[in-house]
């Protein structure tokens, strides 16, 4: 793939209580990072064993809401990729990414774009989408055709995968928000007051997790001939879905 094969959308940036956080303040998400306090280590560490353990051929990457690329771009190394696409609302976010991405050794494409028009900007099929912390922002109707688009834009044999949010068995979403706070109160480090007051409103406003099970089950429905999680990190919050 090549700029050529990008469409850049003129579209109008989304800016709402899902995105401020980090079109206002990309600070404040990166002391998270930092800290590891949703764990990020790990979880890039499972996307790592899963890519060199299954992409043995030189693969197109296609990070969607990519962030800073902080954690991707160190977990592409030594394995066989050889393109990255990145898409972001956050200006700021991928003004970072590229300096992050700048000695990755494989092309390097940054799209300023509303992530769910993924299929509109990249115009060919890719080896491996990657989603991390964002498809739950959607309502569950567009969960549905987000990954229906994602199944439609890859290449044979490729995967698509998301670290996101669970909700367990049974649990509401008011239910699920007191276990983030006791999570947070628990494992989280690094926010002053104003920073944790900030990220509870976006994690109030703009979460919508799924369980387990729904999670798989969106992605049957999206006909992907394989879904199923593949990992949990410790504080119950975070799984890692694989579907292909
Ligand atoms: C929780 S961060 C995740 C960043 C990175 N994927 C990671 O694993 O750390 C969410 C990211 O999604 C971006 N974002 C939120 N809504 C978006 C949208 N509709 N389109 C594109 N990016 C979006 C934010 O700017 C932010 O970089």
């Known amino acids: ?15 709402d209580i899902s995105t401020e956080i980090f079109i206002k303040n990309w600070s404040i998400y990166r002391k998270i990072i930092e800290n590891d306090n949703m764990s990020h280590r790990s979880g890039y560490s499972k996307l790592k064993e899963i890519l ?5 051929r030189p693969f197109s990457f296609l990070d969607l809401a990519c962030g800073d690329a902080y954690y991707s771009s160190r977990t ?7 393109e990255y696409i990145g898409i972001d609302v956050s200006e700021q976010a991928l003004s970072f990414a590229k300096e992050e991405l700048s000695s990755a ?10 992530f769910f028009d993924f299929d509109r900007i990249v115009r060919q099929p890719v080896d491996v989408i990657w989603v ?14 987000f990954m229906k688009k994602a199944r439609n834009s890859l290449s044979a044999k490729g995967l698509f995968l998301l670290y996101e949010p669970v909700l367990i068995e049974g649990e509401n979403r008011e239910e699920f928000l007191k276990r983030f706070r006791e ?17 509870f409103e976006h994690v109030r406003e703009s979460e919508k997790p799924e369980t387990t099970e729904d999670w798989i089950k969106l992605g049957k429905n999206a006909v992907f001939t394989k879904a199923e999680k593949v990992y949990s990190e410790n504080t119950g919050l975070y799984e890692i879905f694989k579907y292909g």
């Open 52 to 56: 060199l353990a299954e992409m043995d």
């Open 105 to 114: 050794g494989f092309e390097t494409i940054l799209v300023n774009a509303d």
């Open 1 to 15: 793939m090549s700029e050529t094969d990008i469409n850049n959308l003129d579209q109008k940036i989304l800016f």
């Open 76 to 82: 592409l190394r030594d394995t066989k990729a050889r």
């Open 132 to 145: 991390g912390f964002s498809v739950h922002h959607l309502d569950i109707a567009d969960k549905l055709e």
């Open 183 to 199: 999570t947070y109160d628990r494992h989280w480090r690094g926010l002053n007051e104003e920073e944790e007051e900030s990220l």
